[in-house]
């Protein structure tokens, strides 16, 4: 019985000791700060996301990608590991950093998204031009009124866009043939 006691007391000293020992890690000397820490989560997720295309046009300009962001952000490895684990354990600053990180990477996907919508608008609004300016070439060689050649452009221009947008992948239905179908 008394030796059940003293193990009992044994097992609790060494459990209260040992949790004591894990307050968590120390602050690093060469903590890196938290503007910075986003700044190079952010630059992790997107060469991690890069396709292995993109991945493989980096190498071949000659930036090595497992020690880019070290020397971009004049880090070691060691100092991130250091640091990282320590806003790991203090779980506010981490979720408060991810959380920042997490907006930035949503706002850059919706500024290449616009940029994205912008360039497409640019280039279809090109394509609508020179196709204005070929059918008004062809129209000139024909001997037609002004206002029969407008509304010939503005037809064809018509159907070229309603055939974009089918391409495009909207809910147009397809035009039906009278021939053949009998």
Not at 69 to 92: C, E, G, P, R
Request: hydrophobic residues 35%; contains cysteine; charged residues 30%.
């Amino acid at each position: 019985m008394i030796l059940k006691r003293f193990i009992s007391y044994i097992s609790i000293v060494l459990t209260l000791v040992a949790c004591n020992r894990f307050n968590g890690p120390e602050k690093p000397d060469n903590l890196i700060p938290k503007e910075k820490m986003i700044d190079i989560l952010i630059d992790d997720k997107l060469i991690s996301s890069a396709s292995t295309v993109n991945k493989m046009i980096l190498k071949n300009s000659g930036i090595d990608l497992d020690t880019y962001i070290f020397t971009k952000y004049n880090i070691d490895s060691l100092q991130f590991v250091l640091s990282n684990n320590y806003y790991a354990f203090h779980i506010k600053d981490y979720e408060e950093i991810y959380n920042k990180v997490e907006d930035s990477l949503e706002m850059l996907k919706t500024k290449y998204k616009d940029l994205e919508a912008q360039e497409w608008k640019e280039k279809t609004k090109r394509e609508e031009d020179s196709l204005k300016a070929a059918l008004a070439k062809e129209l000139d060689t024909l001997s037609l009124k002004d206002s029969l050649k407008k509304e010939i452009i503005k037809d064809s221009l018509d159907k070229t866009t309603t055939f974009k947008k089918f391409e495009a992948g909207t809910n147009l239905i397809p035009p039906v043939s009278d021939t053949g179908h009998q």
